[in-house]
């Protein structure tokens, strides 16, 4: 099968190669997906779980992606709730060869049913934007119908995400972005549009949930808006200080079939918008990783027609 692989930390995406590798098989609890669709995400190659496995040691050549839409085509011992030429997509294990290549071996529970009505292209771009949104929201942020909520990033593709689950759920959504982001966010729902080069942040209202996908001064700016009891929740890995009563929370996005369900439920009755940037085929995908001027939006890997 054709795969992208990484081969090098140091060399980055100058080590990417498109090379040909054996299918793999299915261990227990697994299936083997063809993969149709995959996602470029920017940052993976900064990621410890791309060039090691969970003891340290070195896993390379490793595939980068994790994000896939595809057909099962086998399945491993054990394995229930699917079944041999089902449509799926779902989000692979951080520390196994990802979605890049024609092929991925995948636990079972990673997956949800995709259904008929919603192309693969789409299928894959909801999944890790629309699970980390809703976990931010749901999972850590506890967010309830007629709180503040405060969401960076919001014309973005997590953050877009995030806006269209707040709105739909009752609250006040505050989102942040560039002067340039601030049309795109109100399309996406956001109730009220702060530009980050101002210093319109501090003056807003105190609000009850603030989610963060950027990180540094933007993160320790927004501490000082959210009220006593309050949450602040965050992608980027940023815990340097914490606000009085308030809780800092950092976590990494897991697959949940039954989110991924709702997520394509609310896709497929128009109450969802995703956010996707340009579609390049596999042969391509390395030039796309390579971009110095990549499009807005999730860069989608068409790995089959």
Not at 31 to 48: F, R
Not at 130 to 137: I, S
Not at 272 to 285: C, E
Request: net charge negative; hydrophobic share 40%.
């Amino acid at each position: 099968m054709k795969a992208i692989v990484v081969t090098d930390e140091n060399a980055g995406l100058a080590g990417m190669k498109l090379v040909e590798l054996p299918e793999p098989s299915a261990a227990i609890n697994d299936v083997i997906v063809q993969v149709y669709s995959a996602s470029i995400t920017g940052d993976e190659l900064s990621w410890p779980s791309t060039w090691t496995d969970r003891t340290g040691g070195d896993r390379t050549p490793s595939i980068p992606g994790h994000e896939l839409a595809g057909v099962v085509t086998a399945l491993g011992y054990g394995t229930t709730g699917l079944s041999v030429g089902q449509r799926v997509f779902g989000l692979q294990d951080w520390y196994r060869n990802g979605s890049l290549a024609e092929y991925v071996a995948i636990e079972a529970r990673n997956l949800a049913p995709l259904p008929d009505d919603i192309d693969f292209n789409d299928g894959n771009v909801l999944v890790m934007p629309g699970l980390t949104a809703w976990q931010a929201l749901f999972d850590h942020g506890q967010l309830q119908a007629g709180q503040r909520v405060l969401i960076h990033g919001a014309a973005g593709i997590v953050g877009s995400m995030a806006v269209q689950f707040a709105r739909e759920a009752g609250a006040y959504v505050i989102g942040t972005g560039r002067a340039a982001h601030r049309e795109a966010a109100l399309e996406f729902g956001v109730n009220e549009f702060i530009d980050l080069d101002g210093n319109e942040l501090e003056n807003i209202d105190k609000v009850d949930l603030a989610f963060d996908v950027l990180g540094g001064d933007v993160a320790k700016r927004s501490l000082g808006v959210i009220r006593k009891g309050g949450r602040f929740v965050s992608i980027t890995g940023w815990n340097e200080e914490q606000a009085d009563g308030v809780q800092n929370i950092d976590f990494v996005v897991e697959a949940d079939r039954s989110q991924l369900t709702e997520i394509a439920n609310r896709f497929r009755e128009g109450r969802l918008k995703t956010n996707s940037g340009s579609i390049v085929t596999l042969d391509n995908a390395i030039a796309a990783y390579n971009s110095s001027d990549r499009p807005k939006g999730k860069t989608i890997v068409r790995v089959r027609a």
